[in-house]
């Protein structure tokens, strides 16, 4: 036996990983029936097997360098890596110098902190909903007009949401006219959304969620303020 014959203390960690000797191993059972506190440690160190599998061999065997110097040749896959570790430590201890493996382990723990990605718990805010678009569609002229104008027709939640875009032609006369857009349901209701003046050169976007749901819109016009007729019309 070596210089640790009367000390258990550090027998634990080469009796998990089975680096232990035969005899040894027998020694070393036979004492944890009456030692408690290296019954504990043994109990302690029982989960560092699984998590060695996880760690690349290369990165453990590297952590235990032989005293020399010199470290194992790189070794095969993760399956052979418990062995290897083991015939490190008789390597060790046939050379008289013991050094504990609890080290090895806590550093080969610390490797699977690394090598293994951390979970991120952190709860995710859902991503917004993709807008769902009903109809998108162009308005047709019903008489002569300087702008040009479409609209969407979406839903949002169980009501109706009407994004409309026109826009001034370019012209060398300086008007400005004013007008209205107005949706009109199935059953004939109509609700006036908005009205603006504007000029030539202009773009301008209305978007305004109505007290009625996407199914029953049936109709997107633009009216004129003045004149109160109709001169942009889109069917959904």
């Known amino acids: 036996m070596t210089d640790i014959a009367d000390d258990y203390t550090t027998w634990d ?51 235990i360098g032989m ?8 070794s095969p896959p993760v399956p052979d890596l418990l062995p290897k570790l083991a015939a490190a430590e008789r390597r060790r201890r046939r050379r008289g ?22 979970l991120d718990t952190t709860p995710q805010p859902a991503p917004p909903a993709a807008e769902q678009v009903i109809a998108e569609r162009s308005m047709s002229p019903l008489e002569a007009t300087p702008i040009s104008a479409s609209f969407k027709l979406m839903a949002d939640g169980d009501r109706a949401r009407v994004v409309m875009t026109c826009t001034y032609g370019e ?17 004939g209701r109509q609700i006036e959304l908005d009205q603006w003046p504007a000029g030539p050169g202009t773009v301008l976007t209305v978007d305004r969620t109505i007290d009625m749901s996407p199914e029953q819109v049936q109709k997107v016009e633009i009216k004129s303020a003045a004149t109160n007729k109709i001169v942009l019309t889109g069917t959904v």
């Open 13 to 63: 960690a080469p009796y998990v990983l089975g680096s232990l000797t035969g005899g040894e191993r027998r020694e070393y059972e036979e004492h944890l029936t009456r030692c408690p506190d290296c019954r504990t440690a043994v109990a302690e160190l029982a989960a560092m097997p699984g998590m060695l599998a996880l760690v690349p061999a290369e990165t453990a065997l590297g952590m």
């Open 67 to 74: 005293p020399d110097g010199s470290v194992l040749e790189a």
């Open 97 to 118: 110098r013991w050094v504990a493996v609890g080290g090895a382990v806590a550093a080969a723990a610390a490797a699977v902190a690394i090598a293994v990605p951390m």
């Open 171 to 187: 012209s060398d006369l300086q008007y400005t006219y004013r007008y209205t857009l107005l949706v009109t349901g199935a059953d």
